[in-house]
T-cell receptor, first 115, second 113 residues
Framework: NAGVTQTPKFQVLKTGQSMTLQCAQDMNHEYMSWYRQDPGMGLRLIHYSVGAGITDQGEVPNGYNVSRSTTEDFPLRLLSAAPSQTSVYFC??????????????FGNGTRLTVT | GESVGLHLPTLSVQEGDNSIINCAYSNSASDYFIWYKQESGKGPQFIIDIRSNMDKRQGQRVTVLLNKTVKHLSLQIAATQPGDSAVYFCADRLSGGYNKLIFGAGTRLAVHP
């Protein structure tokens, strides 16, 4: 099992550009989520999904879109990048709460810089 | 709103000593608590978890204590090793909230030889 795989590892964008951060998991997890991590702060939830075709907003959803067409993939789209979106982005997955208590499994992140 | 915070941003210990990392949470409806370790350039790695119906749980060299009365969580690491140097995060989940974990800001653990 590769676990949670995120690509790319690093990305530099100019203000106004768009891009998609990729996330894939091979553990057949139904729950997937995106977090951002800024210096001196904990991880903040952007969007999450409890299964294919179902997504919802987290704490900081503005400027980001998600979709979930398969169980394995959960891409995060930046529509028009802004310097405030400079951060490290983590994708995480787990079984949903309905299957008991299960910790989130994280990928190794995408470090994004917006100039 | 709910929040999870940490008392100390940095903890320095000598190799071989025991480490205690503390965490406070604010929502009494939280039912699940998790400790993560994050090394530089990597994603958070699961260490240990505990449900709200438990007070203590032990793993290999780690123990998590939960005090629901004062909404306090701690992680104890026995015989701390240089490889334990990392940032440690606590996280909690609201009952019925899927796995929408709320993270604290983290504590950096520095282990000195």
């Amino acid at each position: 099992n590769a676990g949670v795989t995120q690509t790319p590892k690093f990305q530099v964008l100019k203000t106004g550009q768009s891009m998609t951060l990729q996330c894939a998991q091979d553990m057949n997890h139904e729950y997937m989520s995106w977090y951002r991590q800024d210096p001196g702060m904990g991880l903040r939830l952007i969007h999450y999904s409890v299964g294919a075709g179902i997504t919802d907003q987290g704490e900081v959803p503005n400027g980001y879109n998600v979709s979930r067409s398969t169980t394995e993939d959960f891409p995060l789209r930046l529509l028009s990048a802004a310097p405030s979106q400079t951060s490290v982005y983590f994708c995480a997955s787990s079984y949903p709460r309905g299957r008991g208590y299960s910790p989130l499994h994280f990928g190794n992140g995408t470090r994004l810089t917006v100039t | 709103g709910e929040s999870v915070g940490l008392h100390l941003p940095t903890l320095s210990v000598q190799e071989g000593d025991n480490s205690i990392i503390n965490c406070a949470y604010s929502n009494s409806a939280s039912d699940y608590f998790i400790w993560y370790k994050q090394e530089s350039g990597k994603g958070p790695q699961f260490i240990i978890d505990i449900r709200s119906n438990m007070d203590k749980r032990q793993g290999q060299r780690v123990t998590v204590l939960l005090n629901k009365t004062v909404k306090h969580l701690s992680l104890q690491i026995a015989a701390t090793q240089p490889g334990d140097s990392a940032v440690y995060f606590c996280a909690d989940r609201l009952s019925g909230g899927y796995n929408k974990l709320i993270f604290g800001a983290g504590t950096r653990l520095a282990v000195h030889p």
